[in-house]
């Protein structure tokens, strides 16, 4: 590799000195920046910390390399860097930056995640384009509090917020379906869950309200969608996604009912499901008092799991069951109402052992 990267850029002089605003093109940016990840090096029996970066994660570069190549993917924040003076020219009469085109010629301040992403990108004759903001000679102490500002300081975006916003998409997806039986259960007056999700994940002055909306809409998902973004991303393009084969479909057990837009069965097979849940524990399911967990994220969440073994015991897949049949089905469960309390499952180790309770009582398996 040699050579430079040139890129149109604009200076911006503000308190912590001059930098410059421009645009990359993904494999430059990818070929010249680097991750400087936090850790210890031992140098004469002497510890020393080096770095900034937190480590990478596998699973966020995971999602990231398939949501860059999706029909609508974009970066639109900008990608923060440090550069060497000895590796960059500014040329004012054409306000443009020239980099020298080698590796570990740009130190990523903020952003490893979405370029390790752009790794990803095909293209197909399509660019991306990276906005970035380069720091020329940027001292260490200053690197570390430009990214402790952005990654310390800015609240993030709640998970029932960002599910809260695929309503405004145009095309089917996954997620919008969720999303959508989500608040047509939390608004019907008849449903189980009137009045019990936290829509944008928060609770309303009354506080009847027990289960995040991201809670609901993730479980619903999951048996959907192996891969939301991607299918999403396909019927945006008009394309048709495949429907479960006979090895998926006991784990997909609503993927085929969704491709054929059958989304109010579904929204009725949640609703009779759960009907018939608060039915038997009344109580526990009606309650606001402290302590109780059955419509609340470990109750729910444990449920929804066992939904599947459930369907495929009754050999009724792509079928709506009815609220009398459910109740049938959870007659074995021997738990009382004060049974589902804190004391006895909390956290996520409540989730996995309420769960095998319930299929024990069942005698199903996951």
Known sequence: MSG???IKCVEVQQPIGLFYIGAINADDLVAISFSDTRRIEVENEIERYLGIQRPISPTRIKELGGYVNTVDASFPTSIILSISSEDVIFHKDTSTLEINNKPHTAKIIDGQHRIAGLKHFVGNGDQFQANVTIFIDMD?????????????????????LGYDLFEYASARSPQKTSHNIAKLLNYQKKSPFYGKIK???????????????????????SYISKEPIRDRDLLKRGKKISPATKDEITDL??????????DASIA?????YFTAISKKWPHAWNSSERGYILNKTIGFTSFMKILKPIFISKNKLGQVISVEDFEKTLEPIYMSDDDFVTENFAGTKGITKLTQRLLIDLGLDM
């Open 4 to 6: 430079q990267v040139v």
């Open 140 to 160: 260490i102490e200053d690197q570390a509090m430009v990214f402790t500002t952005i990654n310390l300081k800015q609240e993030k975006v709640s998970k029932s």
């Open 199 to 221: 829509i944008l994940g928060k609770a309303t002055q009354n506080g009847e309200q027990t289960l995040n909306q991201a809670t609901f809409v993730e479980a619903l998902i």
């Open 253 to 262: 057990i609503f993927r085929n009912m969704f491709i054929a837009k059958e």
């Open 268 to 272: 009725i097979i949640i609703d009779n």
